[in-house]
């Protein structure tokens, strides 16, 4: 049910084209474009923070212990 065959995919696009036109198109697509690039950037600035953070938790020394005084 979810396999789309080249016919199916035919279909639509001509569909989009009926209801677009061949002038919005190649804007749509550079919208979808510029939106996936800002997904993917801030997805990598996420991965890239997490990292930091780990680096940076990881060299620290860990001065939350308290040596006990008998």
Do not use: C, H, Q, Y
């Amino acid at each position: 049910m979810g396999n789309l065959g080249a016919t199916e995919i035919i279909l639509i696009a001509f569909v989009v084209l009926l209801l677009f036109g061949g002038k919005k198109i190649p804007e749509l697509m550079r919208g979808l474009g510029k939106g996936v690039r800002e997904f993917k950037d801030a997805k990598d600035n996420v991965r890239r923070e997490l990292e930091e953070s780990i680096s940076e938790k990881d060299t620290k020394p860990d001065t939350n212990t308290n040596p006990s005084s008998n």
